[in-house]
């Protein structure tokens, strides 16, 4: 089981930015796909965006895209969302996830992964 530990989140301005980061321990990080998603107060979490284990692919919302941007350093067992040009429907609870099995590619359905953080809020005013 891998634990998770996202930091980075607080309140910003529409069409301001935040860095996202999601800190792994206890297995092999990059043998895994991670992921980022969120979730509204009144709405289901949702997807934002995948990062296959070796990093060579990412996949995003079309909420997201090319706004939003997913990555890792697979030496620090670090995620991070890096989120430009945020709006006001960005604002959520954001959670880090790992995916349930090993060297897989572009998953993003939420029983796809098995580990998950304690979620961080992100706040974006009008």
């Known amino acids: 089981q891998v634990q998770l530990l996202e930091s980075g989140g607080g309140l910003v301005q529409a069409g301001g930015s935040l860095r996202l980061s999601c800190a792994a321990s206890g297995r092999a990080f990059s043998s895994y796909d991670m992921g980022w998603f969120r979730q509204a107060p009144g709405k289901e979490r949702e997807w934002v965006a995948t990062i296959s284990w070796s990093g060579g692919a990412t996949y995003y919302a079309d909420s997201v895209k090319g706004r939003f941007t997913i990555s890792r350093d697979n030496a620090k067992n670090t995620v991070y969302l890096q989120m430009n040009s945020l709006k006001p429907e960005d604002t959520a609870v954001y959670y880090c996830?790992?995916?349930?099995?090993?060297?897989?590619?572009?998953?993003?359905?939420?029983?796809?992964?098995?580990?998950w953080g304690q979620g961080t809020q992100v706040t974006v005013s009008s």
């Open positions: 996830a790992g995916d349930r099995q090993t060297f897989r590619t572009g998953v993003r359905g939420r029983d796809d992964f098995g580990s």
